[in-house]
């Protein structure tokens, strides 16, 4: 559910995702650039290595939008592969959550019982 905030968030917020991505990642070369300067290297040649070491900004920050991005059209096509499975079968659909929560309450007398049945220690708590 948080990932789903999360590329909501992405939506409506790309600038926002933008900047902040480009801020982190001028931090991660600033700091590979110092800890090169400190090495003893001079600052010009520890800029261009701190920048080799980092990589491509670009496909970086491509990659980093094709994990987070929402795409609109999967959930469009999650939604009417939805609705062709309901027109097929409705019965079938509408009668699955019921089940569901009817085993699920019959593992949880299951094991309540057998819990209650056995010697106590076994289970901790």
Not at 44 to 64: V, W
Not at 94 to 100: E, V
Request: aromatic share 10%.
């Amino acid at each position: 559910m948080a990932q789903f905030i999360n590329k909501l968030n992405l939506l409506f917020g790309r600038k926002r995702y933008r900047k902040e991505l480009d801020e982190e990642m001028a931090f991660h070369r600033q700091q590979t650039q110092r800890e090169l300067v400190e090495d003893g290297i001079e600052p010009e040649a520890a800029r261009y290595q701190a920048m080799r070491r980092f990589g491509n900004s670009t496909r970086i920050k491509q990659r980093s939008h094709e994990i987070v991005e929402f795409k609109l059209e999967t959930v469009v096509e999650d939604l009417r592969f939805a609705l062709r499975q309901f027109r097929r079968n409705p019965g079938f659909d509408l009668s699955r959550s019921p089940a569901r929560k009817v085993c699920a309450m019959a593992r949880t007398m299951w094991l309540r019982l057998s819990e209650e049945s056995l010697p106590k220690g076994i289970f901790p708590g």
